[in-house]
C-alpha cells in the first residue's frame, strides 16, 4: 500500500513565475492538507481540502491555490513567485477531520 | 490551538533513553498531545498521541500530568538512526469539526556514538 505520493520531488522556478505540486493521499484517506516548511522551521500550514472544497485555511495569501480531485488527489497552485516561496511543501492526508496525518516526503522548491 | 514551547536541540549518547518535554499552558479540554518525527528533507512521521496519564507504544512512550500542561517524550536506547527534528503539537477539532496539526519548532536531537 503505497504512503502519501508528492511530485515532483524538486523543482527550480524564477520568480513571478507559476507552479503546481502533486499529491496522492494514502489508499483510503479522503482529507488532505499543505504545509509549507521552510529551512530550519517547522511546518506552516496552508489549508486543508475535503470532499473537493477548501474548508481550512492558514495565513497565506491568495497566490496559494488548491484543488481536490473526486479521486481525492490534490495540487497546490502558486502564483507570482516569490524568493521566499522557496520552502519544503509538504502534503498529508488523513481519515476525516480527526484522523492521523500521514505525511509525504515533500516537494522542494527553489525559486532564483 | 495551543502554542507549545519544546527546547530547541538536545544531544544524547547511544544506548541511553531520552525524554524530550513540551510545555502547553493552554491546552483546552478537548486537545490531544501528539509527537512527530522528521529528518532531513523528509515529511513528518507519526510517532505517538495521548490524551492524560501515559501512553506507550513500539517506539515510544509519552507521559501526560493530571494538569496537562506539559507533556514528556521517551524515546528508550537511543541509536544513531533516531537523530532528528521531534514536534510536539497539541490540537483537537475546531469549532467547525475540523482538525488541524500546527507545528512549532521542534526539538532536534543529536545522538552521539
Known amino acids: 500500500d503505497a504512503g502519501v505520493t508528492q511530485s515532483p520531488t524538486h523543482l527550480i522556478k524564477t520568480r513571478g513565475q507559476q507552479v503546481t505540486l502533486r499529491c496522492s493521499p494514502k489508499s483510503g484517506h479522503d482529507t488532505v492538507s499543505w504545509y509549507q516548511q521552510a529551512l530550519g522551521q517547522g511546518p506552516q500550514f496552508i489549508f486543508q481540502?475535503?470532499?473537493?472544497?477548501?474548508?481550512q485555511r492558514g495565513n497565506f495569501p491568495d497566490r496559494f491555490s488548491g484543488h481536490q480531485f473526486p479521486n481525492y488527489s490534490s495540487e497546490l497552485n502558486v502564483n507570482a513567485l516569490l524568493l521566499g516561496d522557496s520552502a519544503l511543501y509538504l502534503c498529508?492526508?488523513?481519515?476525516?477531520?480527526?484522523?492521523?496525518?500521514?505525511f509525504g516526503q515533500g516537494t522542494r522548491l527553489t525559486v532564483v | 490551538l495551543a502554542k507549545t514551547t519544546q527546547p530547541i536541540s538536545m544531544d544524547s549518547y547511544e544506548g541511553q533513553e531520552v525524554n524530550i518535554t513540551c510545555s502547553h499552558n493552554?491546552?483546552?479540554?478537548?486537545?490531544?498531545i501528539t509527537w512527530y518525527q522528521q529528518f532531513p528533507s523528509q515529511g513528518p512521521r507519526f510517532i505517538i498521541q495521548g490524551y492524560k496519564t501515559k501512553v506507550t507504544n513500539e517506539v515510544a512512550s509519552l507521559f501526560i500530568p493530571a494538569d496537562r500542561k506539559s507533556s514528556t517524550l521517551s524515546l528508550p536506547r537511543v541509536s544513531l538512526s533516531d537523530t532528528a527534528v521531534y514536534y510536539c503539537l497539541v490540537g483537537g477539532l475546531n469549532s467547525g469539526g475540523y482538525q488541524k496539526v500546527t507545528f512549532g519548532t521542534g526539538t532536534k536531537l543529536q545522538v552521539i556514538p
Open positions: 481540502y475535503y470532499e473537493e472544497e477548501e474548508r
Open positions: 493552554n491546552i483546552a479540554t478537548n486537545d490531544y
Open positions: 498529508a492526508s488523513s481519515l476525516g477531520g480527526d484522523g492521523e496525518a500521514f
